[in-house]
């Protein structure tokens, strides 16, 4: 069964320091995968996405994430990261059905600290 | 990306009484997804609610505890039936996108007492 592994539930760095929050997902085929922030009493959105292409993904306010086929990966990098992006984060696979994909899993989450 | 209005955003509710989440968005999408965040955890999906369909429920969820309806390609609800303390969660409604990107809504705080 497909599953989605956040091995961090929390992670705190200074702010201006580089962060990376991993994910490990498990899946038969060429995944979709998916980065989400949540902020206290917000909604998801979603920061970047991959699903073909190149395995290096730029998304918005700053974060990247890398496919890495071979270990299973799809972990989220930031080089400098703000007072703002104190969050929690969400790691999915997107289960794909005739070429495009229709539901979600999602990881456990991991809950970002930023000290000043 | 589209854009999701859910309602209500929180709300306070008896044991055993029901509550119906409402969500609608600015384009006719085919497929809407409700998801359940439970407190400190993850988002589960519930069910798949195509238009003129019934809805696809995942394993431990159950059509006469969290009926849905679909009447057209803007709008869904959810209601959450009989409830009880355990149901106590945040109740989110999504839509597939283009290029497999996915919008949520802002989400619905349910608190059962």
């Known amino acids: 069964a497909q599953s989605v592994t956040q091995p961090d539930i929390h992670i705190t760095v200074s702010e201006g320091a580089s962060l990376e929050l991993r994910c490990n997902y498990s899946?038969?085929?060429?995944?979709?995968l998916f980065w989400y922030v949540q902020s206290p009493g917000q909604g998801l959105q979603l920061l970047l996405k991959?699903?073909?292409?190149?395995?290096l993904v730029q998304g918005i306010k700053g974060f990247e994430a890398e496919f890495k086929r071979s270990q299973s990966s799809f972990n989220l990098r930031k080089p400098s990261v703000h007072w703002s992006d104190a969050a929690e984060y969400f790691c999915a696979v997107g289960q794909a059905y005739g070429g495009a994909t229709n539901k979600l899993i999602f990881g456990t989450g991991t809950l970002l600290a930023v000290q000043p | 990306s589209a854009v999701i209005s859910q309602k209500p955003s929180r709300d306070i509710c008896q044991r055993g009484t029901s509550l119906t989440i409402q969500c609608q968005v600015d384009?006719?999408?085919?497929?809407m997804f409700w998801y359940r965040q439970q407190p400190g955890q993850s988002l589960t999906l519930i069910a798949t609610a195509n238009q003129g369909s019934e809805a696809t429920y995942e394993s431990g969820f159950v059509i006469d505890k969290f009926p849905i309806s679909r009447p057209n390609l803007t709008f869904s609800t959810l209601t959450v039936s009989n409830m009880s303390p355990e149901d106590s969660s945040i109740y989110l409604c999504?839509?597939?996108?283009?290029?497999?990107?996915?919008?949520f809504g802002s989400g619905t705080r349910l608190t059962v007492v």
């Open positions: 899946y038969g085929a060429t995944p979709y």
């Open positions: 999504s839509v597939q996108g283009l290029n497999y990107g996915y919008t």
């Open positions: 384009s006719q999408v085919t497929m």
């Open positions: 991959y699903f073909s292409g190149d395995t």
